[in-house]
Nanobody, 120 residues
Framework: QVQLVESGGGVVQAGGSLRLSCRAS????????MGWYRQALGKQRELAAT???????NYADSVEGRFTVSRDNAKNTVYLQMASLKPEDTAVYYC??????????????WGQGTQVTVSS
């Protein structure tokens, strides 16, 4: 059971920056992707950015060029550096670990969520 602890949310003015961190309690032994999803009030949860165990990056079109996802494998930690923030980036940001198994079903783990609020 992987546990995820997030930090770094807060309130920032439009155009500002924030950095989110998420530390996993353990490193999965199978192939896995770490990343961030977000959910704005009244909307569905959506992908923001992910990074696979082999370094493949995936960004939502809405954050491409402004957000940077990275990981520190030694610390079992994934980061989301957010720049040029916009009010529409306001959401609860959830850390995710997606584990892919050869035989068993894929497994998803979620953090508790951290609020990011961008004021205009």
């Amino acid at each position: 059971q992987v546990q995820l602890v997030e930090s770094g949310g807060g309130v920032v003015q439009a155009g500002g920056s924030l950095r989110l961190s998420c530390r996993a309690s353990e490193r999965p032994t199978s192939t896995y992707t770490m990343g961030w999803y977000r959910q704005a009030l009244g909307k569905q949860r959506e992908l923001a950015a992910t990074i696979s165990s082999d370094g493949h990056l995936n960004y939502a079109d809405s954050v491409e060029g402004r957000f940077t996802v990275s990981r520190d494998n030694a610390k079992n930690t994934v980061y989301l550096q957010m720049a040029s923030l916009k009010p529409e980036d306001t959401a609860v940001y959830y850390c995710n670990v997606h584990i892919t198994y050869l035989i068993e079903s894929d497994q998803d783990y979620w953090g508790q969520g951290t609020q990011v609020t961008v004021s205009s």
